[in-house]
């Protein structure tokens, strides 16, 4: 029974963390756009991205 000494305010410190962390989340603006990354998941987009350059400046091969 003595270890609830020790379990409850540490069960209370972790709950007040993840409450003051979910806070920080929504005043930061985590949950402002929640439709955009789904709608950028299924975006059609055909066109390749640069290829990276060597240090030589040649384009490796595809």
Known sequence: MEVLVYLVPLALLLGLSGLAAFLWSLKS???DDLDGAAWRAIQDDDT????PRRPDGKAPPR
């Open 29 to 31: 603006g985590q949950y």
């Open 48 to 51: 390749l991205p640069p290829a």
